[in-house]
């Protein structure tokens, strides 16, 4: 193709001479006929001079456009990758239940989204919440309604915030507030406190957040992992004893051991737990979150036993009656609340 370029080029310029110098000799002598004017090589008349130009250059143009063309499908084109399609929500079943046990009140309280607002679900998923009112300040019953309610309100509300971590992060600091500002509002500051653990299923994956005691699991088939930790006092005294400050006996037997050392009510969050990257779910799997009167009185097995085999709310519902069934002095408040992909 570069040398019938070249060659075309050669021609189109001789060419071009030969009608310039044609046109500049009629030009100069008006006597002359252009028929009869010897112009060196050729005595062709000017008009076919201009013919053959013409030719030349569309011949040209023809050429430069298919070696263009030829240059295009040699290049692979650079096509845009088609948008993913959005992962639709899972269907959520939730389930919940509870018992005062043999407390004096229910200082235990828990929510959740509204699972029937598919435009909330699209955006922010489907979240849980559940909190446990320290039984040994004042105001748990209190502390852990507002708590819940700060949490659900703020997360539904905080549309502007980009990610699902940052709106637990912020929905928790809101429920903290919202739990100080009770304090405040009731002479009962450094006095007031509750335990918060909130769960986020979002396009199958799962997001959560704790402070306190409470647990989150997730139950996915035969297993079920413990996913919270528990900010007591006895996580410091065991790691004192690990590392021979103190003997393991001194550590099982201090009073202070059950003593939460992070809850909602304190003007600092230290201890924070907060899932590092999402979880990713499949239809069955199950989270269940619950108060320490539930794993308290139950063990892994047991509460493993009971989820993977009946549906979600008969699963909370006797969860609890299994609880009871154990008839333990003194039996704190027990809830558990659900979350089951379909």
């Not at 909330?120 to 019953?141: I, K, N, P, S, T």
């Amino acid at each position: 193709m570069r040398y019938i370029l070249r060659i075309c080029g050669i021609f189109l310029l001789f060419f071009f001479f030969q009608s310039f110098s044609v046109i500049v000799l009629a030009s100069t002598d008006r006597t002359s006929n252009f028929s009869s004017i010897d112009v060196r090589l050729t005595n062709l008349p000017w008009w076919i001079y201009g013919i053959i130009l013409v030719v030349l250059i569309g011949l040209v143009f023809v050429l430069l456009r298919r070696k263009n063309q030829d240059l295009q499908n040699r290049i692979p084109i650079r096509r845009e990758e088609p948008i993913t399609k959005r992962r639709e929500n899972p269907t959520i079943i939730p389930g919940n239940a509870q018992t005062i046990g043999s407390r004096d009140e229910q200082q235990d309280a828990f929510g959740f989204s509204d699972i029937y607002d598919d435009a909330f679900m699209q955006e922010f998923g489907v979240l849980a919440v559940l909190a446990d009112g320290m039984g040994g300040l004042h105001g748990g019953r209190e502390a852990s309604h507002v708590a819940v309610q700060g949490f659900l309100d703020h997360y539904s509300q905080s549309s502007a915030i980009p990610s699902i971590p940052q709106k637990l992060i912020s929905s928790l600091d809101a429920a903290n507030q919202s739990v100080l500002q009770f304090a405040r509002e009731q002479r009962l500051l450094g006095n007031v406190g509750t335990t918060l653990v909130a769960a986020v299923i979002f396009q199958h994956e799962l997001y959560w957040i704790s402070v306190g005691d409470s647990r989150i699991y997730l139950m996915q088939g035969e297993s079920l992992t413990q996913l919270t930790n528990e900010h007591k006092y006895a996580t410091e005294l065991e790691k004192r004893a690990a590392l021979g400050e103190i003997s393991e006996e001194v550590a099982k037997n201090d009073p202070q051991r059950e003593s939460l050392t992070s809850f909602l009510g304190l003007e600092k969050l230290e201890q924070v737990d907060i899932s590092e990257k999402s979880i990713s779910l499949q239809k069955g799997d199950s989270i269940i979150l619950c108060s320490d009167g539930v794993y308290g009185s139950l063990s892994n097995d047991e509460i493993l036993e009971v989820c993977r085999y009946l549906p979600t709310q008969e699963s909370a519902e006797e969860l609890i009656t299994l609880v009871l069934s154990k008839k333990i002095v003194n039996q704190d408040n027990a809830t558990v609340a659900i979350l089951t992909i379909d």
